[in-house]
């Protein structure tokens, strides 16, 4: 019998996902050695693209799309063989952020494989994928060495939905993004949207002024300014 997770086992998972200051510490701690020369675009990718750790493992140079600015999600990773994402959505495409490009630019300089066919992440001895695993572990060690919290390499990709729901991205695009196959799987981040209570606040913000009160009291100028009839009664719409 299947079983779920209930909401508030799933806000305890994604409270922790690495916030900016412990992702920072993370890529400073990337060790200085073959691996680490390209762990630490691994890193970063995986937080600001959201992409999937089997993802980022089949992710070709073809697959960045410099002029569009996106990277484009067609296959993935698993039990030592490619396949397509596990549904529709799986294959999609991402925005691709200065930063993220930047690094990745600089990736495909001093790597030894950067034809369109190779790996983008391709282990730099052989080319082929990364060991799971063994990035796994690493991934912890760099984490102990940064002094932040235990998490996931998985958690990364929490990273990136939460900040982008907070940026204020809607759901359907968030989901897009995500590469979710149903929208209730998207659902668990609405908690870091902005409310409406934000959303009212951003009206009274945009409308007050020094020594006005207009942004404070929208519903009473409305009022006021309601036409009236002869007698001076207001008159409603």
């Not at 391709?122 to 235990?150: C, I, M, N």
């Not at 897009?176 to 209730?184: F, K, L, R």
Request: hydrophobic residues 35%; glycine residues 8%.
């Amino acid at each position: 019998m299947a079983t779920y997770a209930t909401g508030e086992q799933v806000q305890a998972e994604l409270a922790g996902h690495p916030d900016l200051h412990e992702l920072e510490a993370l890529l400073r701690a990337v060790p200085d050695d073959t691996l680490g020369s390209i762990e630490g675009t691994l890193y970063l990718t995986a937080a600001m693209t959201g992409l999937r750790q089997g993802e980022l493992f089949a992710l070709r140079w073809l697959d960045v799309d410099w002029l569009a600015g996106k990277v484009r999600v067609r296959r993935t990773w698993a039990r030592g063989a490619y396949g397509t994402p596990k549904s529709r959505r799986g294959t999609r495409a991402v925005p691709l952020a200065d930063r993220v490009a930047a690094e990745l630019e600089a990736l495909s300089r001093r790597t030894a494989f950067s034809h369109d066919d190779d790996l983008v992440f391709a282990h730099p001895e052989t080319g082929r994928p990364l060991d799971s695993s063994y990035t796994r572990k690493r991934f912890k060690a760099a984490l102990g060495q940064a002094k932040v919290r235990d998490v996931r390499f998985h958690d990364l990709r929490h990273t990136f939905a939460t900040r982008m729901a907070a940026a204020g991205t809607d759901q359907s695009t968030l989901q897009e993004w995500m590469g979710h196959a149903h929208a209730a799987t998207t659902e668990i981040y609405k908690h870091y949207m902005p409310d409406e209570r934000r959303d009212r606040d951003l009206v009274a913000k945009a409308f007050a002024s020094s020594g006005s009160n207009l942004g404070s009291n929208l519903s009473e100028t409305e009022e006021n300014s309601a036409p009236r009839n002869r007698s001076g009664m207001r008159v409603r719409p």
